[in-house]
T-cell receptor, first 115, second 111 residues
């Protein structure tokens, strides 16, 4: 079984400051890794994903994440946030197997960008 | 290209009733997954359908059932509703075994 831990439930940050959201996972097999964003009263939007290859992954809206296999982490970063980045962010994993690719999510990190 | 669509947007039911939620996948996708997101929590996997069969199931009781149609659209049925079933129900589609894309969700309130 897999599990995902998002170490910060809330992250307040000032506009134009950098932000890092931490994600650690546990799995006995190889995984795919994802970050999704959820704006109020909306569904989830894919920010970026790691399937294989380069461990530094770039996504939409200036976000990037780095896969660290030895530390089982997949932290999300943005060098300069905007007010519009205020949202909830979810880290998720799925296992690499033929019989389905269910996602296991962390509890989420709420980012509040202050002017 | 239309994304994943879900209906209805909101739904209010009373305890003991039954509900059906609907999902149309993104064009070209053959797999539909359903998730339950309680307030303030991350989504929890309910089940996944591929080729009209349930391929994977999460830790949900048999009151939760589903169906996938030949056009890949899907329904989620919940019987004997409980107060604790109040949540946002999210549908996601993918082209197995690739990335899942989510719809806007259906907000279910059980009174």
């Amino acid at each position: 079984a897999q599990s995902v831990t998002q170490l910060d439930s809330q992250v307040p940050v000032f506009e134009e400051a950098p932000v890092e959201l931490r994600c650690n996972y546990s799995s006995s097999v190889s995984v795919y890794l994802f970050w999704y964003v959820q704006y109020p009263n909306q569904g989830l939007q894919l920010l970026l994903k790691y399937l294989s290859g380069s461990t530094l992954v770039k996504g939409i809206n200036g976000f990037e994440a780095e896969f660290n296999k030895s530390q089982t982490s997949f932290h999300l970063r943005k060098p300069s946030v905007h007010i519009s980045d205020t949202a909830e962010y979810f880290c998720a994993v799925s296992t690499i197997k033929a019989a389905g690719n269910k996602l296991t999510f962390g509890g989420g990190t709420r980012v509040l960008v202050k002017p | 290209d239309a994304g994943v669509t879900q209906s209805p947007t909101h739904l209010i039911k009373t305890r003991g009733q039954q509900v059906t939620l609907r999902c149309s996948p993104k064009s070209g996708h053959d797999t539909v997954s359903w998730y339950q997101q309680a307030l303030g929590q991350g989504p929890q996997f309910i089940f996944q359908y591929y080729e009209e069969e349930e391929r994977q199931r999460g830790n949900f009781p048999d009151r939760f059932s589903g169906h996938q149609f030949p056009n890949y659209s899907s329904e989620l049925n919940v019987n004997a509703l409980l107060l604790g079933d109040s949540a946002l129900y999210l549908c996601a589609s993918s082209q197995q075994p690739d990335t899942q894309y989510f719809g806007p969700g259906t907000r279910l309130t059980v009174l």
